[in-house]
């Protein structure tokens, strides 16, 4: 797999935008970026995946560098309920399944 | 769309006991997960059905995990005999494609004493 290095924790202001980033230095050129998120102890939770170009959705964007070496997660106005850990996760080999890392903790505070 | 369902959502067992867990994925979705979270580690993969064939098991910890998933509908995840270490969050997800969005069940927290 493609490694993936996070920033262990960060913080954000509640109404703020929280911006993840997001290393994958040796990431392929048909690899996705993927990013998911687990609050407290549910079941990790799909947020938004892309390959070359930028993505967004009713959650998140994800802009991708052209060099597709780097990512950054942007959720545009974080709530108390986006606190959670947040994976950046780049599988390896076609057709393999996603493998977590140790995330993000996104902290989110009024 | 129902989710994906897992029971029991909580299990507490005796060392040595057998304990099965079990998985609903999502109605057409070929590819379903099972993962662990024991407390204070990553996620962990165990491994991935694709229908009822084994496409990557590299994950299964040893022998005393069997997994299956007959006729490519739900999957049972069982330890036996189950050890102390065994304890954590056993979580099972499903995807139409293995490089497309994965929904994930609840868990089921599996507590061996």
């Known amino acids: 797999d493609a490694k993936t290095t996070q920033p262990p924790s960060m913080d954000c202001a509640e109404g703020r935008a929280a911006n993840l980033p997001c290393n994958h230095s040796?990431?392929?050129?048909?690899?996705?970026v993927y990013w998911y998120r687990q609050i407290h102890s549910q079941g990790p939770q799909y947020i938004i995946h892309?390959?070359?170009n930028n993505e967004t959705n009713e959650m998140a964007s994800l802009i991708i560098t052209e060099d597709r070496k780097s990512s950054t997660l942007i959720l545009p106005h974080a709530t108390l309920r986006d606190t959670a850990v947040y994976y950046c996760?780049?599988?390896?080999?076609?057709?393999?399944?996603?493998?977590f890392g140790k995330g993000t903790t996104l902290s989110v505070s009024s | 769309e129902a989710g994906v369902t897992q029971f029991p959502s909580h299990s507490v067992i005796e060392k040595g006991q057998t304990v099965t867990l079990r998985c609903d994925p999502i109605?057409?979705?070929?590819?379903l997960y099972w993962y662990r979270r024991v407390m204070g580690k990553e996620i962990k993969f165990l491994l991935h059905?694709?229908?009822?064939?084994?496409?990557?098991e590299s994950g299964m910890p040893n022998n005393r995990f069997l997994a299956e998933r007959t006729g490519g509908t739900y999957s049972t995840l069982k330890v036996q005999p189950a050890e102390l270490e065994d304890s954590g969050v056993y979580f099972c997800?499903?995807?139409?494609?293995?490089?497309?969005?994965?929904?994930f069940g609840s868990g089921t927290r599996l507590t061996v004493v």
């Open positions: 997800a499903s995807s139409v494609r293995v490089n497309y969005g994965y929904t």
């Open positions: 040796t990431i392929s050129g048909n690899e996705y």
């Open positions: 892309g390959l070359k």
């Open positions: 996760i780049a599988p390896g080999r076609a057709g393999t399944a996603l493998i």
């Open positions: 109605s057409g979705h070929d590819n």
């Open positions: 059905f694709v229908k009822e064939s084994k496409q990557d």
